[in-house]
């Protein structure tokens, strides 16, 4: 995994360049991974559209999260379940998550969900790409990084 994470961290710096040389989605997930993803269903033609929309991602919208390494290991195991700090609209593109814990998250990707709800439940887990993902409770998912 940590060779993964590495060449993603060189995609993002490096761009097209090392996105040519991209290996693709079969060498960077072990074979549980693609097993549990359904990686072997797919056609020649859909890994390679996979393969290219996951090089987009990561070359220019997915963010470098900097985390601990208690708070990353707390994650992989349990997820970080709290509430929405006071009264909750969805999100809009570009919002910004007050927990109770005292933890700040803000959107990773555009994307609009409207939902009212006074301080509802949240579960922000990591997807088997290392990204964050909050779970409000369990209607709806939005990518999300870690801002305190």
């Known amino acids: 995994m940590k060779n993964n994470v590495l060449f993603i961290i060189g995609l993002l710096l490096c761009g097209s360049a090392v996105a040519s040389e991209f290996p693709g989605i079969e060498t960077l997930m072990t074979a549980e991974e693609q097993q549990a993803a359904g990686i072997q ?23 470098v999260t900097k985390i ?14 709290s509430r929405i700090d006071g009264a909750f609209n969805g999100w809009t593109g570009k919002t910004v998550f007050k927990l109770e814990n005292g933890q700040v998250w803000k959107q990773r990707l555009p994307s609009t969900w409207i939902y009212s709800a006074e301080s509802p439940n949240v579960k ?15 209607k709806r998912q939005v990518g999300v990084s870690k801002i305190k």
């Open 124 to 138: 922000i887990t990591r997807n088997w790409l290392g990204y964050y993902v909050m779970d409000v409770e369990g």
């Open 68 to 81: 601990s390494g208690a708070e990353t290991e707390k994650a992989k195991i349990e997820g970080i379940v």
């Open 41 to 63: 269903k797919l056609t020649v033609a859909e890994k390679e559209a996979l393969n290219k929309w996951l090089i987009r991602y990561t070359v220019n919208e997915a963010p």
